[in-house]
């Protein structure tokens, strides 16, 4: 054997240590670039469902129209069982209850029990008789962009996972859910009439027919998205925790006019500032309420029931002024647009169509797409 052929034999091939560690760099950098279009992938394909969910809400509230010739109320009161001929606010059923059937629920809609409340009071029989129904998740109610309610004081429901929803039926650009006094809602002032939600849906009061709808179907929002509650109160997270800013009405308001936009409009902006400057001051307290979402079977604020006062993914936190008792059956407040998709949120109009509104639209225009019968023109181009 030659020197040559030696040389050749003890020639070792592979890679040296500075040759393997571009490669390692090399494949470190696609994996950096790889990952975020595939998280964008998941997001398109999961806002593409949160979509198609609205658009089925939507459909459903048409259908609904069709079969009954109003839409549904935003929440309807009815009885308790412990107490005959007595009626409650919180425990009413929502708008997306009545529209079960629509919504191919038939099954879940047959198991509730619309004579009775849907949350218990005293022993609890009324939640008990529909908690077959009520504790059924139903994910046409849900966005799978936003993590679902858990923790706190929403680990479980009567022994399932809180049956969360990120739609809400919207009362326009109003503080109100409601207007006048409700049976069973002693709380309520007797001028709370003239101050009524200016949108398409109410909790207590009428139900409204499309020829109610003077602005015209295609430029009202019927129903919106929101994030899910956190359940924790011991964190501050905005847009999704509700602040509790007392009992009183902002500075110069009243249950009148005022508490429509956009003639309150500087009375709200001024209370929003307010509200969000006392948020981190409700951390660990009760005043920090992070059940957003909790039921798709109760229409109040909070639970099925928002409005259109700030755009989509707004600075301000929501925010409740609780004239009575320690939830949502008697609060007025913001409680708006958010989403987990970047750039704002879904809103489904009154004709069907679903639309993305920006997080930078203006607020006037989001006034303007949230009531009903003002008689305000609204330019597609401006959301």
């Known amino acids: 054997m030659t020197g040559a052929q030696n040389s050749l034999k003890s020639h070792r091939t592979g890679f040296t240590l500075i040759e393997l560690l571009v490669v390692i760099a090399i ?60 009626s409650g606010a919180w425990g009413n059923w929502s708008a997306f209850s009545m529209m079960l059937p629509f919504v191919e629920q038939q099954s879940i809609y047959n198991a509730c029990n619309f004579m009775l409340v849907n949350q218990g009071y005293g022993s609890g029989i009324d939640g008990m008789v529909n908690s077959t129904a009520t504790r059924t998740t139903i994910k046409a109610f849900q966005c799978p962009s ?106 110069g308001m009243t249950l009148g006019p005022y508490m429509n936009m956009p003639g309150g409009g500087s009375y709200l902006n001024t209370w929003l500032v307010g509200c969000a400057g006392s948020a981190l001051g409700t951390v660990n307290s009760s005043n920090n309420w992070s059940g957003l979402g909790q039921f798709w079977c109760q229409g109040l604020f909070g639970d099925t029931v928002g409005n259109t006062l700030v755009a989509p993914n707004s600075n301000y936190p929501n925010c409740a002024i609780y004239l009575y008792g320690g939830d949502n059956d008697g609060s007025y407040g913001s409680y708006g647009l958010s989403s987990y998709h970047p750039g704002g949120a879904n809103v489904a109009m009154l004709d069907g169509s679903v639309h993305f509104l920006k997080s930078s639209v203006n607020q006037i225009t989001i006034w303007q797409l949230g009531s009903r019968a003002q008689g305000e023109v609204v330019s597609s181009g401006s959301y």
């Open 146 to 251: 936003s993590p679902l309610l858990q923790g706190g004081n929403w680990n479980t429901y009567y022994g399932v996972p809180y049956p969360n929803i990120n739609y809400f039926a919207s009362v326009g650009s109003s503080l109100c859910q409601y207007g006048g006094n409700p049976a069973g809602v002693s709380f309520m002032g007797p001028n709370g009439a003239s101050a009524a939600p200016n949108g398409p849906f109410e909790v207590f009061g009428p139900t409204f027919r499309i020829s109610d709808i003077l602005d015209g179907t295609s430029n009202t929002i019927g129903f919106g998205e929101w994030r899910s509650g956190d359940g924790n109160q011991s964190k501050l997270s905005i847009p999704q925790d509700v602040i509790r800013v007392g009992s009183s009405l902002p500075g």
């Open 27 to 86: 494949i470190a950098v696609l994996i950096a670039l790889l990952l975020p279009a595939v998280q964008a992938a998941r997001e398109a394909a999961r806002r593409a469902q949160c979509t198609n969910n609205l658009k089925q809400i939507g459909l459903a509230a048409m259908n609904y129209v069709s079969a009954v010739g109003s839409l549904p109320p935003g929440g309807s009161n009815t009885g308790i069982a412990e107490s005959p001929g007595g």
